[in-house]
């Protein structure tokens, strides 16, 4: 359903800012070119009566993104992370989008709970509240259970929200499309591979039973962090639309009045936020996505409580160990590595000039150590490297979109606690002892045990597959070349199975 029809919901999403006066608020935070205003003015006013109504109560970019749709709402979740970006103003009226939507009855939310588990909501709960959160995706209410009389959140998927993200990225492949077509010089960018990544987070994120599997293994992971907490899953009272965890008591993340009231130090927290963050993402490979203020929490005994697990970022040894390197350089200032680890992981092509690489990532990163602690900002440092590798033919890398994105993220919630924070002295530590462990001479010996084990398993094997390479090479009749290289399979076999007998050996030995 990718086509021409959707030209229509483009035009309407212009004509919805339009219409509600969210285009000139956007524009107008963002500081945007007088030029650019009025074009935007020019060209959407008389498209202005397709654009959506929205709901005259909100604030005018509140109000267009919520007409709009869900895909577009989690657009504004992330802008309300960036008050550097577009102001401490718009920043707040778009924190509401994060769990203050309208929510819908429930009795619809028992309706599905039902549905989904089997189970009468009347007799599991002996109190189920009206919604307590509503987001752009889901409803949380607030449920006592009768058999134990332990107080439980229930996660309800909104009706026909499937049908309505698909609707969205729908649009949204369009669009990537077009741009691949009049646009050549952005194919680098592969919009079409980013738009599906999104949709696989999206479709992800619609599924309660990939979430609850995500938030027990998240808890698992960091069930040893201080100062850092995730709900437990009841996982008799969930089902695809319906999620059931434990509720836990706490200070919302974002509204800073309430933390100070509390008496909480809202410096640590920000330094603690960004540094689990990174030690989630650098030490597991596996971390929460989607961590803005309103799916974390601050617990009564001061601890950091995580929610909404429909977005988790993935990345394997190798790529954490390439993205650390590149911010430790940075962090070091050393430029020539950061340069050398763009070329070593395959990142810019091997025609390019590393020393010609590296001085363009000097003129990107010497700006940035030049400002006060108030100006750093990783966020301005990825764009500043986008455009130098735009320059040096670098392709978008679609593994690394939800780290930098959640990146980005996760520095907007810590600045809105402590606007003073210095991003790169509270990411060194944990940068430097991921280093230290993954790259140094204890990971060395590490690795090799991981290859001695994987090389073991095979041993059993190695004779049937001596055995199979014999017979071919019985039956083959080719050129000589060939048999060369068949003899040297043999040998190579040998090799192997003498290694990984005597790594079984090893490994036994270690683990008895």
């Known amino acids: 359903m990718r086509g021409p029809h959707n030209i229509i919901r483009l035009v309407r999403t212009g004509a919805t800012l339009e219409r509600t006066g969210a285009m000139r608020v956007i524009l107008n935070a963002m500081e945007a070119p007088r030029t650019l205003r009025v074009a935007a003015r020019v060209l959407g006013w008389p498209f202005q009566f397709l654009g959506l109504k929205g709901d005259p109560t909100m604030p005018p970019v509140t109000r267009a993104l919520t007409a709009l749709g869900p895909a577009y709402i989690k657009f504004g979740q992330i802008l309300s992370t960036r008050p550097d970006v577009v102001g401490d103003e718009l920043a707040q009226q778009l924190r509401v989008l994060q769990d203050k939507l309208p929510p819908f009855s429930t009795q619809a939310a028992k309706a599905s709970f039902e549905n989904e588990t089997g189970l009468n909501p009347d007799t599991i709960f002996s109190e189920f509240s009206e919604p307590v959160a509503a987001a752009s995706i889901a409803q949380v209410h ?22 309505a993200f698909r609707r969205d990225v729908d649009a949204f492949y369009f669009a990537a499309r077009v741009i691949e077509i009049l646009a050549p010089f952005a194919r680098r960018l592969r919009p079409m591979d980013v738009i599906e990544h999104f949709e696989g987070v999206v479709l992800g994120e619609l599924d309660l039973r990939l979430e609850s599997a995500s938030a027990s293994e998240f808890a698992a992971n960091t069930e040893k962090d201080e100062g850092f907490r995730v709900p437990h899953i009841k996982w008799a009272l969930s089902g695809r639309r319906v999620m059931t965890l434990d509720w836990v008591e706490g200070s919302p993340l974002g509204d800073n009045e309430v933390l100070d009231q509390m008496g909480f130090d809202r410096v640590a927290l920000g330094e603690r936020v960004l540094q689990l963050f990174l030690q989630h993402a650098l030490r597991d490979g596996y971390f929460h996505a989607d961590m803005h203020q309103g799916n974390l929490k601050v617990g009564d005994d001061g601890a950091i409580v995580a929610f909404d697990f429909g977005i988790m970022g993935h990345i394997d040894e190798y790529t954490r160990r390439v993205y650390a390197e590149i911010l430790f350089g940075f962090i070091r200032r050393d430029y020539q590595r950061v340069a050398e680890v763009h070329f070593e992981a395959g990142y810019v092509p091997a025609s390019q000039d590393v020393d010609e690489f590296a001085r363009a990532l000097r003129a990107v990163g010497e700006p940035i150590f030049g400002m006060d602690a108030t100006h750093i ?12 590798t735009e320059r040096f033919g670098m392709e978008t890398r679609t593994e690394l979109i939800l780290l930098q994105r ?45 290859t001695l084990r994987v090389v073991g398993r095979f041993g059993p094997r190695l004779p049937s597959l001596v055995e199979r390479a014999l017979i071919r090479q019985s039956n083959e009749e080719d050129a000589p070349v060939k048999k060369i290289k068949w003899t040297f399979v043999y040998r190579l076999l040998i090799v192997l199975g003498l290694f990984s007998n005597a790594a079984a050996l090893i490994w036994v030995a270690m683990n008895v």
Do not use: C
Not at 142 to 157: F, H, M, N, Q, S
Not at 417 to 430: K, T
Not at 441 to 448: E, F, H, M, R, Y
């Open 406 to 450: 959640t990146m980005v993220v996760v520095e907007g919630v810590a600045r809105s606690l402590s606007p003073q924070i210095n991003i790169w002295q509270v990411a060194r530590p944990v940068v430097e002892n991921y280093i230290r462990d993954s790259i140094g001479p204890k990971a060395v010996v590490n690795d090799l045990l991981n």
């Open 142 to 163: 607030k449920a006592r259970l009768a058999d134990t009389g332990e107080i439980v959140a229930v996660k309800v998927l909104r009706p026909g929200i499937e049908k």
């Open 377 to 388: 900002s990783m966020g301005r440092l990825l764009n500043h490297l986008f455009e130098v």
